[in-house]
T-cell receptor
Framework: EDKVVQSPLSLVVHEGDTVTLNCSYE??????LLWYKQEKKAPTFLFML????IEKKSGRLSSILDKKELFSILNITATQTGDSAIYLC????????????FGQGTRLTINP | ETGVTQTPRHLVMGMTNKKSLKCEQH?????MYWYKQSAKKPLELMFV???????ENNSVPSRFSPECPNSSHLFLHLHTLQPEDSALYLC??????????????FGSGTQLSVL
């Protein structure tokens, strides 16, 4: 069974801290891994990672994929209260039909 | 704004009611999706439409009935739901389906409570 596991499930830090969110997967027919941020309701796209070892960066957020060890991390530096959200990891599988398998999410809370 | 609009934002219904959720995308995408997000569970894919044809139906009970009249609109018709169907129902769209590089754009969801 295809599985995506995120850790931690919940994280509370102070503004200015750096956080690392983890996503590991056990799937067949891996195509790419995606990160989403869900603040109120609508998940918004952050990154799509297809190749191992290539860091993707957007401002204070960065992410990297390790296809050998089957995981990805999402880093947020100098956190701000606006970074508080649920961060979702999803793996895109492709074998004939396409399937996006989500993890449970990490609820990140940034305290001032 | 993600370009995907869902209505209503909140819905409370009894188990004998019939209601519909609506989704509209303004992105010119060809694929649309319904996902269910229950508390403390991963997003679960319910249905996928590509070019107005249903391409996936993930063992969803028949009390959920999707409809895709055109590539911009997607409905989810609900009837005789159970309390365990209470969840956030998210609609999403993508430029295409099946090419392995699709980013999904999500709507804000309908928070459904079944009493």
């Amino acid at each position: 069974e295809d599985k995506v596991v995120q850790s931690p499930l919940s994280l509370v830090v102070h503004e200015g801290d750096t956080v690392t969110l983890n996503c590991s997967y056990e799937v067949t027919n891996f195509r790419s891994l995606l990160w989403y941020k869900q603040e109120k309701k609508a998940p918004t796209f952050l990154f799509m990672l297809t190749s191992s070892g290539i860091e993707k960066k957007s401002g204070r957020l960065s992410s990297i994929l390790d296809k050998k060890e089957l995981f990805s991390i999402l880093n947020i530096t100098a956190t701000q209260t606006g970074d508080s959200a649920i961060y979702l990891c999803a793996v895109l599988l492709l074998q004939g039909a396409q399937k996006l398998v989500f993890g449970q999410g990490t609820r990140l809370t940034i305290n001032p | 704004e993600t370009g995907v609009t869902q209505t209503p934002r909140h819905l409370v219904m009894g188990m004998t009611n019939k209601k519909s959720l609506k989704c509209e995308q303004h992105l010119g995408h060809n694929a649309m999706y319904w996902y269910k997000q229950s508390a403390k569970k991963p997003l679960e894919l319910m249905f996928v439409y590509s070019l107005e044809e249903r391409v996936e139906n993930n063992s969803v009970p028949s009390r959920f009935s999707p409809e895709c009249p055109n590539s911009s609109h997607l409905f989810l018709h609900l009837h005789t739901l159970q309390p365990e169907d209470s969840a956030l129902y998210l609609c999403a769209s993508s430029r295409s389906y099946g090419r392995g590089n699709e980013k999904l754009f999500f709507g804000s969801g309908t928070q459904l409570s079944v009493l």
